[in-house]
């Protein structure tokens, strides 16, 4: 019984044409595309439907401008799709489609399904590192990449006005795994058949650069290495597409938390697109880690933001197995985080 991870995800937009073009440039295969929608999918199997805002295939728009409309995470077999159904009906209202996807909206308003999901096998060949007094590519020059192409889809990340909570749902009912705390900003967990550090991330509405409901962040691609990132980056630049938060973002970054290298672009579909490296991966033996906010976002940036730079940044880090350090950001308690998260600025955003 799993969840191999984000089958699809369903994006109402305004400007589908632009969207579309957006999709194609980032990398993605074209499936399939008409008047209504555009479809893309990546080696994985993970798709990207691209509709009109007032599609009525999409649910009821409860955030602002574009955005993920619906998740849809993959399941394994179809005893386990059952199984999981069980379990929602007893906490949410429940609908089955003539396909036997699962549709639900989680307490924290996201509006998910599940479907049964053949998950392709994705073959990925980075180029062995070298190090002085540790050569692992001898006589064998890298790989002469043009673009960037994403391999999976990695992650999502949502805005929740009960960030603990939210992810709480999730691992009593979806059995999904704890990975790490960025203790008052937000909690990172995997569906438990896949290994990547991360399936979904939920960032707390109580920042100030956060909405106060729920709401769309971004969305992350997986690629082979910093090569692939980087010249996905150059590609979408001359091709018009920005980061215009590049002072908060860094550029090209990597975090602590997940070891992730990630480059974020402005989305029209909504939020931003991620272009990710490097990763780390885990199984059931990982100890989950509660982490100061600074000392967790950066490792290094080729930008980095002011909040990032002091050379006072705690360096505290805690295993976490027991969950303790998620007590203080209940809602039903007083945050003793509060006056620090309330020092934060908009420019801090993607760096958390």
Request: with cysteine.
């Amino acid at each position: 019984m799993a969840i191999l991870g984000v089958e699809s995800v369903e994006f109402g937009v305004d400007d589908l044409e632009r969207c579309t073009r957006f999709w194609q440039d980032f990398g993605l295969n074209p499936v399939a595309q008409d008047a209504a929608e555009s479809i893309f999918d990546v080696p994985s199997g993970s798709r990207i439907i691209v509709r009109k805002g007032d599609d009525p295939r999409l649910p009821p728009r409860n955030f602002p401008g574009n955005g993920i409309r619906r998740t849809i995470w993959g399941v394994d077999t179809a005893e386990s799709l059952d199984r999981y159904a069980e379990r929602l009906a007893a906490r949410v209202d429940v609908q089955r489609e003539a396909d036997g996807t699962i549709l639900f909206q989680t307490p924290d308003g996201q509006h998910c399904g599940l479907r049964l999901w053949s998950k392709r096998p994705v073959l990925s060949n980075p180029d062995p590192v070298n190090a002085p007094g540790n050569i692992k590519r001898l006589n064998q020059w890298r790989q002469w990449r043009h673009k960037a192409i994403p391999k999976t889809i990695n992650h999502v990340v949502f805005f929740s006005p009960d960030y603990v909570s939210a992810f709480e749902f999730y691992r009593d009912v979806l059995d999904f795994r704890y990975s790490d705390h960025s203790k008052g900003v937000g909690i990172f967990a995997r569906a438990d058949g896949t290994n990547e550090h991360h399936s979904i991330f939920w960032v707390n509405c109580d920042l100030p650069f956060a909405p106060d409901q729920h709401g769309f962040m971004h969305i992350a691609f997986g690629l082979d290495d910093i090569d692939e990132v980087m010249l996905g980056a150059n590609l979408m630049e001359r091709r018009g597409w920005k980061n215009n938060s590049m002072n908060s973002s860094g550029g090209i970054s990597r975090h602590r938390i997940s070891s992730a290298i990630y480059y974020y672009l402005d989305n029209p579909n909504g939020g931003e697109a991620e272009y990710h490296a490097d990763t780390d991966y885990l199984d059931d033996n990982w100890v989950p880690r509660a982490w100061d906010f600074k000392f967790g976002s950066l490792l290094w940036s080729a930008n980095t933001p002011p909040i990032f730079a002091a050379d006072n940044i705690p360096w505290d880090v805690t295993f976490d197995q027991d969950q303790r350090s998620f007590e203080p950001y209940r809602k039903h308690l007083s945050n003793p985080e509060a006056a620090r998260l309330a020092a934060l600025t908009p420019d801090d955003e993607h760096a958390l």
